[in-house]
């Protein structure tokens, strides 16, 4: 009997980040290693003296795409949201789904944070005059109320919180509701966090966020996997996939990017933002399994490698443990910067780009890795035909995800 969960397929995806909008302009960046890491400047991003680094996506791409009626009423993550959503809706061809047979899971909670910021700041001593608008606006289900009226969707639609691992997380809810009946397709968006300044002071506070040691250097402040690095450098980044079956997909005419054959998801049963090796190791084999692969079947890891110095070394170590030390890895997150509640599903969009054009993406500023016994991209891309990918995604409060893809032989 074959495995139910082998029959899932992406159809469609969609991303924005601060290297490019859209699939083709994000695809060239990563082999190209080309990254847009600075000095924030968008409001609400420095206090005084502060020099926090990241990755911002520019203004133009929403000026451009959006009508002004939303560039004025949505928040920067319900505009992300809706750009990358339209992309994967085209590809998808949805509009051939009744309406209430889509589904959409947003990935990620209390990620509006420099919005809200904003507009305290800007009515404080006047309460009164607060836009009613501002009631909906607050809550993370607004970014659902912009994309399901935007696009008609009325199977399901709401929000999970796993941390940096939402986007992932989003996807795996993404799979299970087809899986179980609950839609014929769904879509799952890794959200657009919108960071302030408090966030990456306590970010930096806690030592999870980058110092102000690369402050001259921005271009050099993300280094996952580097002996040099000091924690995560932020991104602006917002990414959708589709989820329908493989047999709802052919009878369309679709070709699809890639299989979903399993996914897994632990808890730590911690609050705390340290990793667990024991919690990563156990979806790793958890996922394994359960798409019936053995260590050997995969030929390339598109790991969390956040920048974290323990985190990443507790990744290597419950990956090598798991017997896939011989598979190709890279670092997405040193190109992008980390995206937080999109990470997981931009990785994911990653893998499959990297998976339909046969290469790999350089890992920038990978100069003297953590373990170089690796089969590590440092420099430069290299081509390289992924027939099996695991993608790792983890969050604080003891959140472990795992991805099995595999390649469509036709693409």
């Known amino acids: 009997m074959p495995n139910p969960l082998r029959e899932l397929v992406i159809t469609g995806m969609g991303v924005l980040s601060a290297v490019g909008m859209g699939k083709e302009e994000f695809s060239s960046a990563l082999m190209e290693g080309r990254h847009a890491f600075r000095t924030m400047q968008r409001p609400g991003r420095q206090e005084a003296g502060s020099c926090y680094i990241g990755a911002e996506i520019p203004d133009v791409y929403f000026e451009q795409a959006l009508p002004k009626r939303i560039q004025r009423s949505a928040t920067l993550s319900s505009k ?106 769904c879509i799952a968006i890794g959200a657009l966090m919108d960071l302030s300044y408090w966030e990456c002071q306590a970010f930096r506070s806690l030592g999870a966020m980058g110092s102000e040691r690369y402050a001259e250097f921005p271009a050099q402040a993300c280094r996952p996997f580097d002996r040099q690095s000091d924690g995560f450098i932020y991104g602006e980044a917002c990414a959708a996939v589709v989820i ?35 919690g990563e190791k156990k979806v790793i084999s958890q996922a394994l399994s359960k798409a019936k692969l053995l260590p050997r079947d995969i030929d390339y890891i598109n790991p969390h490698g956040s920048g974290s110095v323990l985190g990443d070394l507790t990744e290597l170590r419950a990956l090598r443990d798991s017997g896939l030390s011989h598979a ?61 990918a695991l993608c790792l995604s983890m969050g604080f409060g003891g959140m472990n995800t795992a991805v099995c893809l595999s390649r469509n032989q036709k693409i």
């Open 80 to 185: 992300a949201a809706l750009l990358t959503l339209q992309e994967a809706w085209k590809e998808a061809r949805l509009q051939e789904f009744p309406s209430e047979e889509i589904g959409l899971i947003v990935g990620g909670s209390n990620i509006q944070q420099r919005e809200m910021i904003e507009i305290h700041n800007q009515y404080a001593g006047r309460i009164p005059f607060v836009p009613p608008t501002y009631s909906l606006s607050f809550m993370d289900s607004d970014i659902c109320g912009f994309c399901t009226e935007k696009f008609g969707i009325q199977g399901l639609a709401y929000t999970v919180g796993g941390a940096s691992a939402s986007g992932q997380l989003a996807v795996i809810q993404a799979a299970e509701a087809v899986l179980s009946g609950q839609v014929s397709c």
């Open 244 to 278: 329908e079956s493989a047999s709802s997909a052919l009878a369309r005419g679709i070709e699809p990017y890639a299989y979903v054959r399993s996914w897994a998801l632990g808890i730590d049963a911690n609050r705390n933002p340290n990793p667990s090796y024991e």
């Open 328 to 388: 190709y890895i890279n670092a997405t997150k040193s190109i992008t910067g980390h995206s937080l509640t999109a990470a997981g599903a931009m990785e994911i969009i990653a893998t499959i780009l990297q998976m339909k054009y046969s290469w790999l993406h350089p890992t920038r500023n990978l100069e003297d890795p953590v373990d170089d016994t690796w089969k590590w991209i440092q420099q430069s891309a290299k081509t390289h035909d992924i027939q099996h």
